[in-house]
């Protein structure tokens, strides 16, 4: 049983296209949050949500937008995709500010 | 300068051998730490984390933090070529948002 889980794995698209990665928790946390890792490794985080509210909102283009249905799922839609969008997309979770996150597992995707 | 700073390596080491890996930071608000394990391909798994300073010890794997120095370590005992990985040191000054270093690459030769 997946704890935090993303779709699709990977993503190979076009440049000017707008595409989404799904994320989804089922751990019970209340924080989920998207991370973008270059290929570098540096992790830098995009977004937080906590109970569904936006609360870390990074200096990011607004192309890119997140969506909490609710606490167990954050989307991510980026819209008219760059060739510097390529790159590997994380979700996490977190129960609070202490404890650390889950990272999903990952979404490489690729800009053409 | 970068908020977190951390060596990424690669560093080599034979297997059995005592590995140190290093991180140092800017902001002296940080007081929670942890050490993230991140396998090729994979996302990142927490390993350890510490509040404030002191040790930590979980297995083969010990945590320090020195405050004063700004400067934090993660020991791997008796390593293994399975600990082949690349280890993300990570802070915070106890909101949600951590800042992670940019990583150090392990490769443990059997």
Known sequence: DTA?????????TQMGNDKSIKCEQNLGHDTMYWYK???????????????????????VPNRFSPKSPDKAHLNLHINSLELGDSAVYFCASSRDRSNGYTFGSGTRLTVV | QK???????????????IVSLNCTYSNSAFQYFMWYRQYSRKGPELLMYTYSSGNKEDGRFTAQVDKSSKYISLFIRDSQPSD???????????TYKYIFGTGTRLKVLA
């Open chain 1, 37 to 59: 890792q270059d290929s570098k490794k540096f992790l830098k985080i995009m977004f937080s949500y906590n109970n569904k509210e936006l609360i870390i909102n990074e200096t």
């Open chain 2, 84 to 94: 082949s990985a690349t280890y993300l040191c990570a802070m915070s000054g106890g």
């Open chain 2, 3 to 17: 908020e977190v700073e951390q060596d990424p390596g690669p560093l080599s080491v034979p297997e059995g051998a």
């Open chain 1, 4 to 12: 935090v889980s993303q779709t699709p794995k990977y993503l190979v």
